[in-house]
């Protein structure tokens, strides 16, 4: 065994977000994980859909629909016909593209859905709380839900024999009376849930190099965040989809990640990059007393689980 398959087998696994943007090109992604996977490192892929499963929306004569939470954050307000596409496109497509992209660059690569084995399972959502014209409502009919246990034994038995999981929402929605439904799921947060239940290494790629303090100027880049008051300044900053990038940072943290990177996926060997520092990196030392564990960052999740980004 080289020095270098040695350091791989001994690191921390990778979960990698893929962000579903129509400006986030997966291809470099795609080749950082096939050299991560043959120098021996354990790599969870978990995407995002956002563009397609509007685009197939569309195609339905169906209006996507975009609702805010009380805290300001964005999601999808997912209804029967919304959760329909969403399948079709996120399960159906997207994740059977993505996973035939990493076989055809020699990675050993299995797609999977939040609902098989139950890979990513809690109680379905049918109301969420929104904020409509300055005033709160309550909105029905959501087919969505909030990840609360993750068969981490069925990605371990996976990466042990080789492989690399490629996990994509729906979630696995329990109704309450032992039905389960397919819901829509936030792929930031699915993503923070495996690399809290693997104690791994975040790497959230996005469309741009991490978290702004001004958020029309890259050069204002926020490098690293390792104190209480370096986390707030980076929650301060975060506005739009960022802000969900950065919760699911903070529960991956709290459900014992490592650490969390927050990085531009369009770059050369974007996941090395990030895993070298490059983007904003979250340490677990940024929760304070919360890094014992906790609910860190899962305030309002009741209105935050739809796929956005």
Not at 6 to 18: D, L, N
Not at 83 to 109: C, H, I, P, W, Y
Not at 119 to 137: F, M, N, T, Y
Not at 225 to 253: N, Q, W, Y
Request: zero cysteines.
């Amino acid at each position: 065994m080289t020095g270098t398959d040695s350091e791989a087998a001994t690191a921390p696994p990778v979960v990698v977000k893929i962000g579903g943007a129509k400006a986030v090109d997966p291809a470099g992604a795609v080749g950082d994980v096939a050299h991560l996977a043959v120098n021996g490192r354990s790599v969870v892929v978990v995407h995002g859909g956002s563009t397609v499963v509007d685009e197939t929306l569309e195609r339905l004569g169906i209006e996507p629909e975009y609702v805010e939470s009380a805290s300001g954050v964005t999601g999808r307000f997912t209804d029967a016909e919304t959760m329909e596409a969403f399948s079709m496109a996120m399960a159906g497509k997207l994740n059977t593209e993505l996973t035939a992209q990493f076989r055809s660059a020699g990675v050993d690569a299995v797609g999977l859905s939040g609902v098989d084995g139950g890979l990513l399972a809690g109680p379905r959502k049918s109301a969420v709380r929104v904020v409509e014209d300055g005033k709160r409502k309550i909105r029905r009919g959501d087919h969505s839900g909030t990840i609360e246990s993750v068969n981490a034994d069925l990605l371990d038995g996976l990466l042990e024999d080789g492989y690399t999981p490629v996990v994509s929402p729906p979630m696995a929605g329990d109704e309450g009376d032992g039905d389960v439904t397919a819901v829509n799921a936030d792929a930031d947060r699915a993503a923070a849930a495996v690399a809290g239940a693997l104690g791994a290494d975040l790497v959230l790629l996005t469309d741009v190099s991490g978290v702004y303090a001004d958020p029309d100027d890259p050069e204002t880049r926020i490098d690293a965040a390792a104190t209480p008051d370096e986390l707030a300044a980076v929650e301060d900053a975060a506005e739009g989809f960022m802000g969900k990038k950065v919760m699911a940072a903070k529960e991956a943290l709290s459900g014992g990640a490592g650490r969390v990177v927050i990085a531009d996926a369009n770059v050369r060997d974007p996941v090395v990059a990030a895993l070298d520092g490059e983007g904003t990196t979250v340490a677990r030392s940024a929760l304070g007393d919360a890094a014992d564990g906790g609910d860190a960052g899962r305030d309002d999740a009741e209105t935050e689980g739809g796929e956005t980004a």
